[in-house]
């Protein structure tokens, strides 16, 4: 596959800003299968990855404190809602068990606005909002990016795309805000995407 650095920034420009995008945040075990997996689906604008859900001032990878690994995700509602992200969210995992490693738990962080939704899906699909065993913290937590190298971890293996990312003039921030690196991890890490088909097993990468 090709990508070069005019259609990276042709794609970039043409997203919606984070002013007209929402955000979904959620802790579905190792952020980086999350990170991919939301990053395929139209609608979602930009991913990344960082930890949540707890008290301890400025977690990295190798002292988390007690947060645990989470995807947040900007969106845009005229494509897809809360309430489908919710559903692959909740497809992703048994909300009737969770992790013993806080790290890796299971956690959504609904705003106000859409705990109710948060109910309403739950119901209607047999769980009490009470009882699960995923947690539910609202309002959300403060969400601290995590490190750069794990950030668009799938598309990082793939040279042809940070080549481009480098020849466009993309510094580390930038490439993990691009809506272009939310799908080009998602197509990196097998899934099809929009704009692409799987690339996880192209040669010559």
Not at 14 to 42: I, N, Q, Y
Not at 58 to 84: K, R, W
Request: glycine share 6%; net charge negative; aromatic share 10%.
């Amino acid at each position: 596959m090709e990508v070069t650095p005019n259609d990276i920034q042709e794609y970039d420009e043409s997203a919606p800003t984070s002013a007209e995008t929402e955000t979904a945040t959620f802790a579905l075990g190792c952020f980086w299968g999350p990170d991919a997996r939301f990053g395929s689906f139209d609608g979602v604008i930009r991913t990344r990855v960082g930890y949540a859900g707890g008290t301890t001032a400025d977690p990295t990878y190798h002292d988390i404190g007690n947060h645990t690994e989470a995807v947040q995700l900007e969106y845009d509602p005229s494509e897809i809602t809360y309430t489908t992200l919710l559903m692959i969210a909740l497809e992703s995992h048994d909300p009737r068990r969770q992790p013993s490693k806080r790290q890796y738990q299971h956690i959504l962080f609904p705003t106000s606005s859409q705990k109710e939704t948060v109910k309403t899906v739950l119901d209607s699909n047999g769980f009490d909002i009470n009882s699960v065993a995923t947690r539910i913290t609202s309002p959300p937590s403060p969400f601290y990016h995590a490190e750069d190298y794990h950030q668009k971890y799938h598309l990082r293996s793939k040279r042809w795309a940070i080549e481009a990312f480098d020849d466009a003039g993309y510094d580390e921030e930038a490439l993990r805000e691009s809506p272009t690196a939310a799908i080009l991890n998602a197509t990196a890490a097998g899934h099809e995407t929009h704009i692409t088909e799987p690339i996880a097993d192209t040669p010559n990468q």
